[in-house]
């Protein structure tokens, strides 16, 4: 069977998202869909000859039938009468947060054409103890191909609020779930934000995240198992006083392809910006980062920094980093770096002269390796269980 190209490819999505626009044009998210499926018909998927796109090949996107799927959004929490949860196209009412750029995001505006999702909306001064948990799926009964799904999540934080949202995607083998998360934190807001994907499928997401003056974000991001993962997180940093936090964990082993992008934008002055992201690779994996920061004229007094530290753990894998800053203002205090390496011999030699077996000793370099992107983690089951899933993946090699 011969694969379809990406121009192919490219006009059967369009009539899809054509058609999801057609069907939802009553509603007040119509425009949006429009825009989206607009975008996407005249960009198209795109290939590795886009910069952007050059660690992520979507060939097997390209060439794969799928069946539309509906996205299945539940949330756990308590009730609270200022936290609301709504499915987009069958509310008029929802003022949604418009913060993702479609133009620059070729697979977010062929998800905001579906407009599969929910909104969840914490008014102000809420102040929550337990974490409210978001489990993304698809319903895939009575299909006959591949299903893929484009599940939209977004979510408000008021004024003066705290919250701890977890967000699971976990994806099929036989699925490509592509997410697009909007989130607007507001002024004085607290968010810790966890976003795990796991299974062997699909997967492709963008996280856009807005902050007002003196709001703190947490942000955690943790992926392993899929053949091809590509996860985008833009935070733009929009009040003054604003900070966040960004941690995020990425491993690949066989022959999957893990990328993962960053962007943190400092717009005005006295904010602050803090990133680790890690990657392990082991088999023939390929794992990528590219993680920018700039820091526009009116900035001043920013602090930003960014780090990037990877292990290769077989001779076939391969890992690509690339740390950026543009800084556009005189009175900031930026830095960032990158590392690549293997398994410390001297440290393993230690452990295993100690009586560890070799496999042991490899596990607890790794977990020494991980423990300060988990420790960042407030809620404690939830370290111990993502630290288990993501060592466990490597089961061969270490």
Same mark, same amino acid.
Request: hydrophobic share 35%; charged share 25%.
């Given at each position: 069977?011969?694969?379809?190209?990406?121009?192919?490819?490219?006009?059967?999505?369009?009539?899809?998202?054509?058609?999801?626009?057609?069907?939802?044009?009553?509603?007040?998210?119509?425009?949006?869909?429009?825009?989206?499926?607009?975008?996407?018909?005249?960009?198209?998927?795109?290939?590795?000859?886009?910069?952007?796109?050059?660690?992520?090949?979507?060939?097997? @996107?390209?060439? *794969?039938?799928?069946?539309?799927?509906?996205? +299945?959004?539940?949330?756990?929490?308590?009730?609270? #009468?200022? %936290? !609301?949860?709504?499915?987009?196209?069958?509310?008029?009412?929802?003022?949604?947060?418009?913060?993702?750029?479609?133009?620059?995001?070729?697979?977010?505006?062929?998800?905001?054409?579906?407009?599969?999702?929910?909104?969840?909306?914490?008014?102000?001064?809420?102040?929550?103890?337990?974490?409210?948990?978001?489990?993304?799926?698809?319903?895939?009964?009575?299909?006959?191909?591949?299903?893929?799904?484009?599940?939209?999540?977004?979510?408000?934080?008021?004024?003066?609020?705290?919250?701890?949202?977890?967000?699971?995607?976990?994806?099929?083998?036989?699925?490509?779930?592509?997410?697009?998360?909007?989130?607007? @934190?507001?002024? *004085?807001?607290?968010?810790?934000?966890?976003? +795990?994907?796991?299974?062997?499928?699909?997967?492709? #997401?963008? %996280? !856009?995240?807005?902050?007002?003056?003196?709001?703190?974000?947490?942000?955690?991001?943790?992926?392993?198992?899929?053949?091809?993962?590509?996860?985008?997180?833009?935070?733009?940093?929009?009040?003054?006083?604003?900070?966040?936090?960004?941690?995020?964990?990425?491993?690949?082993?066989?022959?999957?392809?893990?990328?993962?992008?960053?962007?943190?934008?400092?717009?005005?002055?006295?904010?602050?910006?803090?990133?680790?992201?890690?990657?392990?690779?082991?088999?023939?994996?390929?794992?990528?980062?590219?993680?920018?920061?700039?820091?526009?004229?009116?900035?001043?007094?920013?602090?930003?920094?960014?780090?990037?530290?990877?292990?290769?753990?077989?001779?076939?894998?391969?890992?690509?980093?690339?740390?950026?800053?543009?800084?556009?203002?005189?009175?900031?205090?930026?830095?960032?770096?990158?590392?690549?390496?293997?398994?410390?011999?001297?440290?393993?030699?230690?452990?295993?002269?100690?009586?560890?077996?070799?496999?042991?000793?490899?596990?607890?370099?790794?977990?020494?390796?991980?423990?300060?992107?988990?420790?960042?983690?407030?809620?404690?089951?939830?370290?111990?269980?993502?630290?288990?899933?993501?060592?466990?993946?490597?089961?061969?090699?270490?």
């Amino acid at each position: 069977m011969k694969s379809r190209t990406y121009i192919e490819a490219s006009d059967d999505w369009s009539l899809l998202a054509a058609a999801a626009c057609k069907q939802s044009a009553s509603t007040s998210l119509s425009s949006l869909q429009r825009a989206g499926y607009e975008t996407f018909e005249s960009t198209g998927f795109p290939d590795t000859r886009h910069e952007e796109w050059k660690y992520t090949n979507l060939q097997e @996107i390209i060439s *794969s039938t799928f069946d539309l799927g509906k996205s +299945q959004i539940k949330m756990k929490c308590e009730e609270h #009468s200022r %936290i !609301a949860t709504r499915t987009l196209l069958e509310d008029n009412q929802i003022n949604i947060p418009r913060i993702c750029n479609i133009k620059r995001h070729p697979l977010a505006a062929l998800n905001t054409a579906f407009m599969d999702g929910v909104f969840l909306g914490i008014g102000p001064n809420v102040k929550k103890s337990s974490p409210i948990n978001v489990e993304i799926s698809c319903e895939t009964l009575g299909k006959q191909n591949q299903t893929s799904y484009q599940p939209r999540l977004f979510i408000d934080i008021g004024d003066n609020s705290e919250a701890s949202i977890v967000i699971d995607d976990h994806i099929k083998e036989d699925q490509w779930s592509n997410s697009v998360i909007e989130v607007s @934190i507001g002024n *004085s807001a607290h968010l810790e934000l966890v976003f +795990q994907q796991f299974g062997p499928g699909l997967a492709t #997401s963008m %996280i !856009a995240i807005r902050q007002e003056s003196d709001s703190t974000l947490r942000s955690f991001v943790c992926t392993s198992e899929g053949r091809l993962i590509r996860n985008d997180l833009e935070v733009a940093l929009s009040g003054e006083g604003s900070t966040c936090f960004m941690r995020g964990l990425f491993g690949a082993s066989g022959n999957a392809t893990s990328t993962h992008h960053t962007w943190v934008e400092h717009l005005v002055p006295r904010c602050k910006s803090d990133e680790i992201y890690k990657g392990v690779v082991s088999d023939n994996a390929q794992g990528s980062f590219r993680g920018k920061v700039t820091v526009r004229p009116d900035a001043q007094e920013t602090e930003a920094s960014q780090s990037n530290p990877n292990l290769i753990l077989d001779d076939g894998a391969e890992i690509n980093t690339k740390p950026q800053l543009e800084i556009q203002a005189d009175n900031v205090k930026c830095a960032h770096g990158s590392t690549i390496g293997q398994l410390d011999e001297n440290a393993l030699f230690f452990l295993r002269s100690r009586g560890f077996e070799e496999s042991v000793a490899k596990k607890l370099l790794l977990q020494g390796f991980a423990s300060s992107v988990f420790e960042f983690l407030s809620i404690p089951e939830l370290r111990e269980k993502l630290a288990e899933k993501v060592i466990a993946e490597f089961g061969p090699s270490v």
